[in-house]
């Protein structure tokens, strides 16, 4: 699975301003913002990490909008996988030593039909988007710039060889009056928004899961986002 919509009080609760490097400075394999630690997981480091960054995810996708009902065996399968995709993207933001937040992603050459299949009937070429899978930050760090520091950090990686032109990730609708939708969710749009991304209205599709409770996947619809890269964030 892999969708961008971020659960209730991540990108849409307040954010702070970005404490990020200037995208002209290369990214390195970690980044300090105050007391949270950024680190980019490949081979060994995402090995020991691998059990840690499952669990995480599942217990924020368990979350709505995602409901998300996977299993730890699975998850570890596709982050191992993703982490030796040529392009592929894992960070991880730690406190201490405790993870409290990770983002993914990968050319989207290289994601599911069901992702890439929508900006190719619109004419996009896909070898030229960066696709951004999950962000997902415990509870306890929403609302405090996490997830944005996240994407930003992201997007200063895949500038990095100007291969790709522009950057995008998927929002899953759900309806407004869904039975396990929260009273307080708000949707990020206004915080994607500031971010640079805006919503492409040509471009749509589903992806099917498996929702929490149920038996049987059924589709979601997908909305998506892009950001061209050569545009500074608040253009």
Not at 90 to 103: P, T
Not at 147 to 174: C, D, M
Request: glycine letters at 10%; hydrophobic letters at 40%; aromatic letters at 8%.
């Amino acid at each position: 699975m892999s969708a961008g919509a971020l659960p209730e009080g991540g990108f849409a609760a307040a954010l702070p301003a970005r404490p990020v490097p200037s995208h002209g400075r290369p990214p390195h394999g970690e980044t300090q913002l105050g007391n949270i630690r950024v680190e980019r997981l490949t081979a060994a480091a995402l090995a020991d990490r691998l059990e840690e960054l499952a669990v995480l995810r599942l217990a924020v996708l368990g979350e709505f909008p995602f409901l998300y009902s996977g299993s730890a065996a699975y998850e570890q399968r596709y982050l191992s996988d993703l982490g030796s995709l040529s392009g592929g993207l894992i960070l991880a933001a730690f406190e201490r030593d405790r993870m409290i937040a990770a983002a993914t992603g990968a050319p989207l050459d290289r994601e599911l039909d069901a992702l890439r299949d929508p900006f190719t009937h619109a004419g996009r070429d896909p070898r030229s988007i960066f696709y951004f899978g999950e962000v997902v930050v415990l509870p306890s760090h929403r609302g405090q710039g996490v997830g944005t520091a996240l994407l930003e950090i992201g997007e200063s990686h895949i500038r990095q060889g100007n291969r790709f032109t522009s950057a995008a990730f998927g929002e899953i609708v759900r309806s407004t009056d869904h039975p396990r939708r929260p009273k307080t969710y708000r949707t990020p749009d206004s915080a994607w928004r500031r971010l640079g991304y805006r919503l492409e209205p040509d471009i749509g599709g589903t992806l099917s899961w498996c929702d929490a409770g149920d038996r049987e996947e059924t589709a979601k619809p997908l909305r998506f986002w892009a950001k061209p890269l050569a545009t500074s964030i608040g253009a």
